[in-house]
């Protein structure tokens, strides 16, 4: 009630038809009829917020989050990645992070299931630009406070890098890398560039 935008976990049941999804992935929905103009609807992509095999395990459904303005919508990959680990990798070696930027806490899709996830399965650093009586916090400077963390993450070969989001806040990210790599004496340009050939730079903004 808080929020200022309007929030919807919402479950697809494809029936018997096959439709095969992994974590990190989003799916185009394009809806009946003409908008304003006449014209038909455009696509519009929305983040898969569930596991591989389904928003419970072994159905063929998925799970979307719905929200009217798209701010937020980027906790779905997130989620959809942690119950993949917590269902089928309780035991695996790596760690994942998770930084996070929101006006306010009301307004983060699953805070409160967020919150629940054990540390050992998922680091969780949130950020609030909108705070009453607070100053504002972004992700970067987030990044930055952590940097001997996000530097072991940065060295380890196996790492990737999953950034969604607004458009604008890709500057802001690139520039916290960029600070970090400096510290590890390497240049963050030619990192991301490797990262990317390899697969393991990851961008979906908007």
């Known amino acids: 009630p808080d929020a200022d935008n309007d929030v919807r976990h919402v479950i697809l049941d494809f029936g018997d038809t096959t439709f095969p999804v992994l974590e990190g ?12 103009s006449g014209a038909p609807h455009r696509v519009r992509l ?10 419970k ?13 798209p701010r937020g919508t980027c906790s779905a990959p997130f989620r959809g990645f942690t119950e993949r680990r917590r269902r089928t990798m ?12 929101a006006r306010r806490p009301e307004e983060l899709p699953y805070f409160g299931p967020l919150q629940k996830v054990p540390e050992g399965l998922l680091r969780k650093h949130f950020a609030y630009s909108r ?12 990044m930055q406070k952590k940097a001997d963390e996000v530097g072991a993450f940065l060295k380890n070969p196996h790492t ?6 607004l458009r604008g806040m890709e500057s802001g990210v690139d520039e916290a890398f960029s600070t970090i790599c400096k510290d590890l004496e390497v240049g963050w340009p030619a990192l991301r560039t490797d990262m990317r050939v390899q697969g393991r730079y990851h961008v979906e903004t908007y």
């Not at 929305?46 to 928003?55: F, H, L, N, Q, W």
């Not at 705070?131 to 987030?142: A, E, F, I, N």
């Not at 990737?160 to 989001?165: A, E, N, P, R, V």
């Open 160 to 165: 990737h890098i999953y950034l969604c989001g």
């Open 46 to 55: 929305y983040s898969v917020a569930s596991s591989r095999d389904g928003e």
């Open 57 to 69: 395990p072994s159905t063929n459904n998925l799970a979307l989050t719905v929200k009217r303005e």
């Open 90 to 101: 309780k035991e695996a070696p790596g760690r994942m992070m998770l930084f996070f930027g």
């Open 25 to 36: 992935q989003s799916i185009g929905i394009i809806a009946p009829g003409v908008d304003e």
């Open 131 to 142: 705070m009453s009586g607070q100053p504002k916090v972004y992700v970067q400077d987030l």
